[in-house]
Structures are given as C-alpha cells and as structure tokens.
T-cell receptor, first 115, second 112 residues
C-alpha cells in the first residue's frame, strides 16, 4: 500500500502521560499536514511541513504539542501531559508541493483516548 | 480567517432521491474548493475539486458541484443517490498552497 500510513491506529492512555503518533506520507509528497477531528466536527488544522520545515502552526497547538519531520519524510506528533480534552482522531495528510491543487491524501488516522 | 459552513448536519434520503448538500465559505479571495467523503470505516478521500474554469465540476460516482462566486457557495449534488453513498461529506476551502479549512461535515444516510 503506497498511501499515507499512521501508527498507532488506536492509543489509550492515562491523563498526564505522553503519547507520540507517527505518519508516513506518500513518498513523493513533500507537504505533510496534521489535523485533529472530534466527534461531530470537521478536521481542524494543527500544523504542516514542507520537507523538514514547519511552515505553519495553529493556535490550537498548545505548548504541550510538538511536531517534527526531521528528514523531510515521516513525521511525529507528540502530546505531552495529555488531558481528557486531547481525546480525538489525529489525522495526517500529504500532498505534492509543486502542484498548486491543494488536494490532500489522508491516512486512516490515530485515535487517542485519554482516561 | 477562512471558515466553511455546511448547513445540513444529517440528511436522510431514500434510494433514487436527489441530493443537494450546501456549503458556504467566508473568504473573498481566490480559493480552491473541495468536497471530501468518508465512507464508514475508511479514510477521507477526495470526491471532487474546483480550481478555475467551468464552475460546474464533476467528480467520482456521479457527484457534481457548482461554484457560485457571488454566493460564496459550492453545493454538492447528485441526481439519484444509492445506498452505497451513505457516508460523511466534508466541504473544504484552500486559499493558497497551504492549509485547507474544513466544514463540520454532513452525514448522509441513504435508506434502501
């Protein structure tokens, strides 16, 4: 499968613990996006990368959240000191940077449950 | 800031009925517009997109959407829905080659 892959698909953690999600984009895509989705809502933008550069971060991304894409390939999203309000589906998407089309290719998502 | 409004949260139709889902966006400049679909248990995928040219765009599975600039709208239509169209539909706007902003989605249930 050459689509966007995310790991883990499900994560249950206790409040206060740290969690990390990984996203492997489609190999030729140099733009990578993180979104968060809660029940009844559409995907909310968190951050995006062009290659290894983080170009934009949403104000939703508090200082407990950090995202990296160190080699311009896979990306990680870490949440420190998780809170119950962090429970959501975390979506990763990628797209080619050179095409000004904006179409996103999404992964299956990583569902976080904070107890 | 961009925003996207989808008027219908949940639509229930019988097979063969016609479908129209409303979408309005707030940004007045040049935008790219999208409809994404999420079938049960699957990831979000593109249904159709508008960048320029003919404001009536056709997508997969018989869906189409019309961009009306004066109304800031991009409504999704299908003349005759099928049970397999049961899914959640998201409208999105992309102002430049950066982030896309999504609406809250419309859940479509098609009764056989």
């Amino acid at each position: 499968d050459t689509g966007v892959s995310q790991d883990p698909r499900h994560k249950i953690t206790k409040r206060g613990q740290n969690v990390t999600f990984r996203c492997d984009p489609i190999s030729e895509h140099n733009r990578l996006y993180w979104y968060r989705q809660t029940l009844g809502q559409g995907p909310e933008f968190l951050t995006y990368f062009q290659n290894e550069a983080q170009l934009e971060k949403s104000r939703l991304l508090s200082d407990r959240f950090s995202a990296e894409r160190p080699k311009g390939s896979f990306s990680t999203l870490e949440i420190q000191r998780t809170e119950q309000g962090d429970s959501a589906m975390y979506l990763c998407a990628s797209r080619p940077g050179q095409a000004n089309t904006g179409e996103l290719f999404f992964g299956e998502g990583s569902r976080l449950t904070v107890l | 800031a961009q925003s996207v409004s989808q008027h219908n949260h949940h639509v229930i139709l019988s097979e063969a009925a016609s479908l129209e889902l409303g979408c309005n966006y707030s940004y007045g400049g040049t935008v790219n517009l999208f409809w994404y679909v999420q079938y049960p248990g699957q990831h979000l995928q593109l249904l159709l997109k508008y960048f320029s040219g003919d404001p009536l765009v056709k997508g997969i599975k018989g869906f189409e959407a019309e961009f009306i600039k004066s109304k800031f709208s991009f409504n999704l239509r299908k003349p005759s829905v099928q049970w397999s169209d049961t899914a959640e539909y998201f409208c999105a706007v992309n102002q430049y080659a950066g982030k896309s902003t999504f609406g809250d989605g419309t859940t479509l249930t098609v009764k056989p």
